[in-house]
């Protein structure tokens, strides 16, 4: 509050105001805008008025405070919420000016409010209350996603595609073979930020600065109340600890690198005509117009470098720090905040992408054979023959050696039949059959001959979706209930505290 005898220059008076928690001691000073995190705060308002919330409620039903001290607190916050962030006090942060506005409008009674508590256990409990909902929240983007590349993957199982290994052309596959085997990295993408989401839903509260309190709290009922399953079981612990940061921003760098990877395929398929990105998803040259840049897929890729960067920040932050509060751990939250928030817009983008991307099947068929990638469908075939497969392999290491590249099937067949008269001394249909070698040598039959589990042929990918699919229907349940479990206790919270109010 500021002391205002004599000042009428508001803003002098605001910047030296004293608060409920500093009183004037510690009220301004240069550094004062250095140490606020009140700005950054904004995003835990809502989660912090929940936690004063549950908290009073549990004090007065514990008798450490009467019902009508907190009726006249939970009258407060219902005020200091409808105001809003922007009508909170100065303050050092959202904690201590929700405190100070309580006040103001209660008197000394809103400072009952802070009894059997600090700010330590207070903003950890924010900040699990708020970070459990962003990371349903990227969890849902990873679904959207798997979606579209499911989707997607059923509708061209059987469009060939060129599959490559060091950007070598290597081995026929499909799109539909391709797409699935990113939405099977998505899919421990949604079950890491699942486990990092359970991770995070414990309470701190009732851990007070660190070593616990005299008052006889009730830490379970203020969790039940908050949606939490569980409490820190010790005090330091609850107060110190953000490995909760650590492990969901883990999750979401590694869901970045996997974006990352599916976003540079793509971009290399467009160069290549396979894929074009829908006009939603795409940007032009400023200056060559016939020009059509898959520019959300190269922003979603350097999202990975942002993410990456703020999983550093936080464990650099993190490194080295002493047991319960300090500091340093303000400037490691919004590390967490950017990385969840930068994830899934870039995971909800890159879905939008292949969802609305078109993929040109005769493109990818042109190339399909392309770098006689086909070869080693004719060694499997000679194995299949009882030919040793290093024999086979040697054989048509020697026929791809001695045709250009772009060499088509018959010259490749022809190839291969002198290869095998040198290598084995007898013609290679003595082992393999002319229609066995053409549909070795052909793009089509070389996928559908590859159906082992989680291969490319067709009803091996149809097998495949099918596991998936019914992987993702659980994982979107598990999102559903959890997000269940939160607006229930949302709803317990204002009966309870209705009841006063
Ligand atoms: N603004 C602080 C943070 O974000 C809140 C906790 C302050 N606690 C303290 N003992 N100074 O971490």
Redesign the pocket.
Known sequence: MADDGGADDAADADANAETVVRRDRFAGGPARGFM???A??RRILAADLAVDRAHTVMLAERDVIADDEAAEILAALDDVEAAGHDALPDG?????AIESAVVDRVGPVGGKMHTAR???D???AC?RLRYRADLLDAAEATLALREALLDAAADHADTVLPGFTHRQYAQPTTVGHFLSSYAGAVERDTARLLAAVDRTNVSPLGGA?FAGTTFDIDRERVADLLGFDGVVENATDAASARDFLVEGTAALATLTATLSGLSTDLIEHAKDGYFAPSDDYASTSSIMPQKVNPDTLELARAVAGDVAGDLAGLLTTLKGLPRA?N?D??R??PHAWDAVDDAREATEVVAGAVATGAWDAEACAADADAGLSTATGVADALAAAGVPFRTAHELVAEAAAAAPANADAETLAANLDAAAQEVLGESIHKHVSREELSTALDPAGSVAARGSRGGPAPEAVADSLARMTETHDDHRTAVADRREALSAAEADLSDAVAEYV
């Open positions: 606020s995190s009140l950054a705060d050092e942060d959202v904690h201590e600090s700010r330590n207070e903003v950890a900040i600065a509060y500091r751990l303000q490691a939250t």
